[in-house]
């Protein structure tokens, strides 16, 4: 169990909606990133906060937006939904503030647009 | 552009043996190299990882090696067992503020019993 919890664990939907992932990243952790793995790919990096900023931006669809609350959790939304949108959506979170830091994964939200 | 590459996408391997999988990289800012293994339904979990000050980094049975005029790592467990049969992703990362992971594909290792 890394600390990283995620919800929901599966979402299911249809095109043209919104949906909104949750993040909790490890006690103390400052940075939150957002990564995308679609089928057969590695994970891609789409975007970090850090202590509530956000700090970058990978490649980050223009439907989606993220954001990290005074509580550290984090949220990304995804709206109008595309069947290519189907894939996990993984969140990592980090001490912040620090070189070369290890990122820890949550179990991510497996989401299927129909 | 994949700066990050796993050329073997699966690997099989004799409990006890050694596994090695490999991993390249072509942006020499990249200075900090993670392993991660995953199972299925699950996150990444985070296994090893080394600074491009060193060339080598050991955990148990868990070796890293780095030849950065290669822009090559490896991974090296021994010996494997078959709980090591996972998913395994590479992972880099730039200089401080820009702490964001770059991943290869991963490779599926198999340890046959």
């Known amino acids: 169990d890394s600390g990283v919890t995620q919800t929901p664990k599966h979402l299911i939907t249809a095109t043209g909606q919104r949906v909104t992932l949750r993040c909790s990243p490890r006690?103390?952790?400052?940075?939150v990133y957002w990564y995308q793995q679609s089928l057969d790919q590695g994970l891609q990096f789409l975007i970090q906060?850090?202590?509530?900023?956000?700090?970058a931006k990978g490649n980050i669809l223009e439907r989606f937006s993220a954001q990290q609350f005074p509580d550290l959790h984090s949220e990304l939304n995804l709206s109008s939904l595309e069947l290519g949108d189907s894939a996990l959506y993984f969140c990592?979170?980090?001490?912040?503030?620090?070189?070369?830091?290890?990122?820890?994964f949550g179990p991510g939200t497996r989401l299927l647009v129909l | 552009d994949q700066q990050v590459k796993q050329n073997s996408p699966s690997l099989s391997v004799q409990e006890g043996r050694i596994s090695i999988l490999n991993c390249d990289y072509t942006?020499?800012?990249?200075?900090?190299f993670l392993w991660y293994k995953k199972y299925p339904a699950e996150g990444p979990t985070f296994l090893i990882s080394?600074?491009?000050?060193?060339d080598k980094n050991e955990d148990g049975r868990f070796t890293v090696f780095l030849n950065k005029s290669a822009k090559h790592l490896s991974l090296h467990i021994v010996p494997s067992q078959p709980g090591d049969s996972a998913v395994y992703f590479c992972?880099?990362?730039?200089?401080?503020?820009?702490?964001?992971?770059?991943f290869g594909t991963g490779t599926r290792l198999t340890i046959i019993p």
């Open positions: 990592a979170s980090s001490v912040g503030g620090v070189e070369r830091e290890t990122q820890y």
């Open positions: 006690s103390g952790d400052l940075s």
């Open positions: 080394i600074s491009s000050i060193k």
């Open positions: 942006n020499s800012m990249f200075d900090y």
């Open positions: 992972a880099a990362s730039a200089s401080f503020g820009n702490e964001k992971l770059t």
């Open positions: 906060y850090y202590n509530g900023e956000e700090r």
